[in-house]
Nanobody, 126 residues
Framework: QVQLVESGGGLVQAGGSLRLSCAASGRTFSSYSMGWFRQAPGKTREFAAAISWNGGTTYYTYADSLKGRFTISRDNAKNTVYLQMNSLKPEDTAVYYC?????????????????WGRGTQVTVSS
């Protein structure tokens, strides 16, 4: 069992940056691939980024709206995964969720993730 708690969201002006954190419980964090998703009101949950158990492989959404602005990383010693978000836009406003799975392929699809956090709100003002 893995419990995930996101933090770092908030209100930021367009063009600003935020770093989201996701703290995981349990001693097996380093065996899990981790992902970040986001969900805006009335929209489906959208994949943003994923990282393998050792940080050696990362994936990012092909969506042009996110490309090049978000960076995922992890610190297994701290049981934490991060999402650095730069050049934020009002359309980035959403609840951001982290997810875990023992498969990197599964953690890239919201339908197949094994564990979820409760999310953190990010609001970008224009």
């Amino acid at each position: 069992q893995v419990q995930l708690v996101e933090s770092g969201g908030g209100l930021v002006q367009a063009g600003g940056s935020l770093r989201l954190s996701c703290a995981a419980s349990g001693r097996t964090f380093s065996s899990y691939s981790m992902g970040w998703f986001r969900q805006a009101p009335g929209k489906t949950r959208e994949f943003a980024a994923a990282i393998s158990w050792n940080g050696g492989t990362t994936y990012y959404t092909y969506a042009d709206s996110l490309k090049g602005r978000f960076t995922i990383s992890r610190d297994n010693a701290k049981n934490t995964v991060y999402l650095q978000m730069n050049s934020l836009k009002p359309e980035d406003t959403a609840v951001y969720y982290c997810a875990a799975s023992q498969s990197l392929a599964r953690v890239r699809d919201y339908k197949t993730c094994d564990y979820w956090g409760r999310g953190t709100q990010v609001t970008v003002s224009s």
